[in-house]
């Protein structure tokens, strides 16, 4: 029964595309109340969507991903940030999956964030841009969806922030989805969650780059807190078992150590070159906004709205974790089965063993993988619960 | 599917939602949700019957039952059932209690070890007993709290529970014959009970 021999094919070269939604008159209205008008978006899609429209899958990513999910743009070699999971024959199979997968609101990959140009004062928009929350993010997942034709989704995919997405998708608009698969996610950030959060904002703000936000004016940006806080997030997405066996206590260069403050171990040389490389791609203000949304996310939190809202919610989810990952360890997945479960939603869940801590789910773990194929498989025609049920 | 699933799938009330613990590939709960219009959840611990339930797009939690239920909260279900398993964990009294918090009627079904084909090997050829329903030897069984129809009777009475059914199983899982009636502790192969809490206000499937 167990289908662990996933086939591997790839999608190909791929290009982002782009849309523009909202506008004026209509506007994407902000949980916090503010308005933006148009929000660009970038995506990207895989597979043939059908005649009947019935068959797109929407992948919701992290905090520092984007739209670019599978295939390729040009250059095989560096294929999309999900591309062992997404593609021919693979969990989320093209052959059968019309795939969406788009840069989050607040983002820096092509979607309206902080470093877009404010139409009102044509600079960018900095701190001024409004604060976003995993609920806005999904209202321009819908809108996104409904400027392609599609008005419900075979499933919604997401890992982390993106399982957030996923979570938030359901209980606000369960009617959308068919099937929710959620890994390494949380329904709140724990204390310490927030405090790792908190220290990476302040490593930005406090860097004298930061100029208030508006380093772009003042032609420079806050590297260096952006790369602390990038390394100290990195640090939560491995574990200690597998920083053992990736670096251990060896040195960078040769067996002796240098006795100086210089990059010596080979683990900080690795937390230095992922500091830098984000620096590439990675925009300062949209790590203060992407990780300020992911604090107040807290959809259980009220728990007369939560139940109302859970109680209208009858499609199957797929809950995941690993049993190394300390960033979203697997209580807080087993937390959104407990209250999924208590409100008579049909969930399925399981605590898949990998040493590689938090960023397992975007690792090939055969187990894992086959999970994720076999729930898919079976997400039009699930007999939870039968129509003459009460 | 197994005679004595059949034989459980009719104990449930019909539109229940219904808990199954140790589920296997998922037939008992295919079966109520199928022809009784019920809603399945199950929990198991393989990992092959969990990959079959998911394949049939039934909810299935990966978990040990001895871990107890940390997943469900009290009162979610209307019925949960354990088929089989309750001799094989490690703490029988514990997963009983678990299984009333979450639902106010369980099914709960064993191998009676008070049988007299399994009492007359220890007795007679001073032997530890295997039968067809649990034909392991002492070291390979997962069979590690035996119990008799007696004993179980007793540890429901002694949790504050009340025996509400009982249904007497034959060798081969289908209901048992005239003397496993009769006497059911001595011939009876196996029993399925439902058990309600004592302080149980019926209000049927909600």
């Known amino acids: 029964m167990a289908n662990t021999d996933i086939e591997h094919g790839s999608i190909g070269e791929v290009v982002t595309q782009r849309a523009t939604l909202f506008d004026r008159d209509a506007p994407l209205l902000l949980e916090g109340g503010a308005t933006l008008a148009p929000v660009e978006v970038a995506f990207e899609t895989y597979g043939e969507l059908n005649a009947q429209r019935d068959n797109a899958v929407f992948i919701c990513h992290g905090l520092t991903g984007d739209a670019h999910a599978a295939g390729h743009h040009g250059n095989p070699a560096r294929p999309g940030w999900w591309d062992n999971f997404i593609g021919p024959g693979k969990p989320v199979d093209t052959n059968e999956f019309f795939v969406v997968c788009a840069n989050i609101l607040g983002g820096c990959m092509g979607t309206t964030g902080p470093s877009s140009i404010d139409p009102a004062t044509h600079k960018a928009y900095g701190l001024r841009f409004p604060l976003v929350t995993v609920s806005d993010v999904v209202r321009v997942h819908r809108a996104l969806i409904a400027h392609l034709g599609i008005t419900k989704l075979r499933a919604a995919i997401g890992g982390s922030l993106g399982g957030m997405q996923v979570l938030q998708w359901a209980m606000d608009h369960p009617e959308d989805l068919a099937a929710a698969v959620i890994v390494c996610a949380t329904s709140r950030l724990s204390a310490q969650n927030i405090a790792f959060s908190a220290v990476a904002r302040e490593a930005i703000m406090r860097d004298p780059n930061f100029h208030g936000g508006d380093y772009v004016d003042a032609d420079t940006r806050p590297d260096a807190g952006l790369a602390i806080a990038r390394m100290m997030a990195h640090i939560t997405y491995l574990s200690e078992e597998g920083m053992r066996s990736k670096f251990g206590r060896r040195l960078q260069n040769g067996t002796t150590p240098r006795f100086g403050f210089d990059v010596d171990f080979q683990v900080e040389s690795y937390l230095h070159h992922q500091g830098e490389a984000f620096l590439r791609r990675f925009d300062a203000n949209s790590y203060l906004y992407l990780t300020r949304a992911m604090d107040y996310f807290d959809p259980f939190g009220n728990t007369e709205e939560a139940a109302a809202r859970l109680a209208d919610l009858d499609l199957p989810f797929l809950v995941m974790s690993f049993d190394s990952d300390w960033r979203f360890d697997t209580s807080h997945s087993r937390e959104i089965v407990r209250v999924l479960s208590a409100h008579r939603v049909p969930v399925s869940f399981r605590e898949i063993s990998s040493p590689h801590g938090h960023d397992s789910f975007l690792l090939v773990i055969p187990e894992y993988h086959a999970t994720v194929a076999n729930f898919l498989r079976r997400t039009e025609r699930a007999p939870h619960r039968s129509s003459h049920a009460s | ?206």
């Open chain 2, 1 to 206: 599917m197994r005679l004595d699933l059949g034989l459980i799938a009719d104990m449930v009330p019909i539109g229940a939602r219904v808990l199954d613990l140790g589920c296997g590939d998922g037939d008992l709960l295919s079966a109520l949700i199928r022809e009784r219009g019920c809603q399945g959840q199950g929990v198991e611990v393989s990992s092959d019957a969990f990959h079959a339930c998911v394949s049939k797009g039934i909810p299935v939690i990966a978990a040990d039952i001895d871990d107890g239920l940390t997943d469900f909260t009290d009162d979610s279900f209307d019925v949960v059932v354990l088929s089989q398993t309750l001799q094989a964990t490690r703490r029988p009294a514990r997963v009983l209690h678990e299984m009333m918090r979450v639902a106010d009627t369980a099914i709960v079904s064993f191998i009676n070890y008070g049988h007299i084909g399994l009492r007359t090997r220890l007795a007679v050829r001073g032997r530890m007993p295997v039968s067809p329903l649990a034909p392991e030897q002492w070291f390979a069984t997962p069979n590690i709290h035996p119990c008799s129809i007696l004993d179980f009777e007793q540890l429901v009475r002694s949790e504050g529970l009340v025996c509400a059914e009982r249904h007497v199983l034959g060798a081969d899982g289908g209901p048992g014959g005239r003397w496993a009636q009769r006497r059911p502790n001595a011939f009876a192969a196996a029993a399925a009970y439902v058990v309600h809490r004592s302080d149980r206000v019926r209000t049927g499937p909600r």
